[in-house]
């Protein structure tokens, strides 16, 4: 089978979160492995979370997916660099790329990353088609390579971090303080069990850390509930934490699932995203209410033992798919059954 030569991969985001950071290790990964050259078209505030050795094209993606001079510039960076394959992430990506496909005649590839973009009409213009999930796709009637997020196994046996209360079972919440987030519902949660050998640790921060700092107040959990804001040591929680709680209301395919698996961290959470394809469907909540988070979070508590006995097969699976490795070779598969046959 061939394999591709000069690789481009294309994003059109807005901020840097799963995707952006699905795209800068399996940039990285390719230009670390592969012969050729390994390139990234994205906006100019990412240049600085390129990988090494990755070429880095700047362009204004915020304009308008149809906006003449978008169109004319990235037809003209695909040509001037000689690409004979294009990963396009996400639905802007894809539209532009489905839109364009007369004026750059290479193999182009797509990977969806949520449930509704790319639709299939955009979709079904592509030889290769990556899913992070089973669910993104669940509404599609095309085929696709199902090729879950992997990332990179963290360091391991870090100290505890400091912030730790002594003696005191850690239960870790790794966050942005936004409302789909449902760290609201958690608190409430927390508060109806208020565990006296427990402290949540909610590591992150945004726009809604003030409110929920009130709400815990009121329900009276300042003695159980520690807000850490950022951190660039979430390893470190992830290996002192007897579980991780994701309380969400929408997710992708979230990364810090991911590695928290990989740090051998359990993780009990709503459905939402993969996880239910990942984890036990004993700790995944019937739905995203303070009742049903609850009773997920007093089954966590009740028996550790037997919530990492339930896990260990999954932290096993973990370390065979969930890497950059793993990712990064099915996805060379999808590219090379894409390719024109020699």
């Known amino acids: 089978m061939s394999t591709p030569k000069n690789i481009c991969h294309l ?4 901020e840097f979160g799963g ?4 795209v800068m290790e399996l940039a990285g990964w390719q230009a670390a492995h592969l012969e050729g050259e390994v390139a990234i078209i994205a906006h100019p505030r990412y240049q600085s979370q390129c990988p090494q050795d990755v070429v880095f094209v700047p362009l204004d993606t915020d304009m308008s997916r149809r906006n003449p001079l978008l169109l004319f510039a990235l037809v003209r960076s695909c040509r001037r660099n000689g690409f004979d394959l294009i990963h396009g992430h996400g639905g802007k990506a894809a539209g532009v790329l489905a839109s364009l496909r007369g004026f750059i005649p290479v193999t182009k590839v797509i990977t969806r990353h949520n449930i509704a973009h790319p639709k299939d009409t955009v979709a079904s213009h592509f030889p290769g088609r990556i899913a992070v999930s089973r669910k993104a796709v669940s509404n599609s009637a095309l085929d696709w390579s199902v090729i879950p997020n992997g990332t990179h196994a963290p360091a391991k046996k870090q100290s505890p971090p400091q912030q730790c209360v002594p003696d005191r079972r850690v239960v870790l919440a790794v966050a942005r303080l936004v409302p789909a987030k449902g760290i609201d519902l958690l608190l409430q949660a927390w508060a109806e069990l ?3 050998d427990a402290c949540l640790y909610l590591v992150g921060d945004g726009p809604e850390r003030g409110k929920l700092e009130t709400l ?6 300042a003695d159980s509930v520690r807000f850490v804001g950022y951190s660039d040591d979430v390893a470190a929680w992830m290996q002192a934490a007897e579980f991780m709680v994701v309380s969400s209301h929408k997710e992708g395919a979230p990364y810090t699932v991911v590695e928290a698996l990989l ?3 359990p ?3 709503t459905d939402v995203g993969s996880n239910r394809e990942i984890l036990p469907a004993e700790f995944i909540a019937e739905d995203v209410s303070v009742p049903a988070i609850a009773k997920m979070l007093r089954a966590a508590l009740q028996d ?10 999954v932290f096993a699976y973990a370390a065979e798919h969930l890497t950059v490795d ?4 099915a996805t060379l598969a999808v590219y090379r059954r894409a390719l024109p046959a020699d």
């Open 326 to 329: 793993a990712m990064a070779q």
């Open 304 to 313: 550790n033992a037997a919530l990492r006995d339930a896990f260990a097969p």
């Open 263 to 265: 740090s051998g961290c």
């Open 11 to 14: 994003f059109m985001s807005s």
């Open 194 to 196: 208020c565990p006296a």
């Open 267 to 269: 993780v009990v959470s």
């Open 19 to 22: 995707l952006e950071k699905h």
């Open 216 to 221: 815990a107040s009121e329900l009276s959990l």
